[in-house]
């Protein structure tokens, strides 16, 4: 059975920070792209960062900079580091898994390549 456990969702101010863990099956994490999307209230859920098998990221525009995405093998889990949060990142932030790998062995920001999800873990920024 698939599974995807997000952990370290949580409340913080703005400029602060926060990371969020994605703890995977052996066998997704080994073969798929792992990859954060958000959603907030009232709006469609978008990318935030993927990250391949050869370790390479791909950021959307509005994070870059400010996020980093990367894998612990050894523990099978994917991280999120959230620095410099605004009030615009508040979402309910969601781990997800497919196999949208491009040649160059970077991921798909698409939501529609990806399978399998977490439950999601909540970020709040506050002013």
């Known amino acids: 059975q698939v599974q995807l456990v997000e952990s370290g969702g949580g409340s913080v101010q703005v400029g602060g920070s926060l990371r969020l863990s994605c703890a995977a099956s052996g066998y997704i994490y080994n073969n798929y792209c792992m990859a954060w999307f958000r959603q907030a209230p009232g709006k469609e859920r978008e990318a935030v960062a993927t990250?391949?098998?050869?370790?390479?990221?791909s950021y959307a525009e509005s994070v870059k900079g400010r996020f980093t995405i990367s894998r612990d093998n050894a523990k099978n889990t994917a991280y999120l580091q959230m620095n410099s949060l605004k009030p615009e990142d508040a979402a309910m932030f969601y781990c997800?898994?497919?196999?949208?790998?491009?040649?160059?062995?970077?991921?798909?920001?698409?939501?529609?390549?990806?399978?399998?999800w977490g439950q999601g873990t909540q970020v709040t920024v506050s002013v």
């Open positions: 990250i391949g098998t050869r370790d390479i990221p």
């Open positions: 997800a898994a497919g196999r949208g790998t491009f040649p160059d062995g970077s991921c798909s920001l698409d939501r529609r390549t990806y399978d399998y």
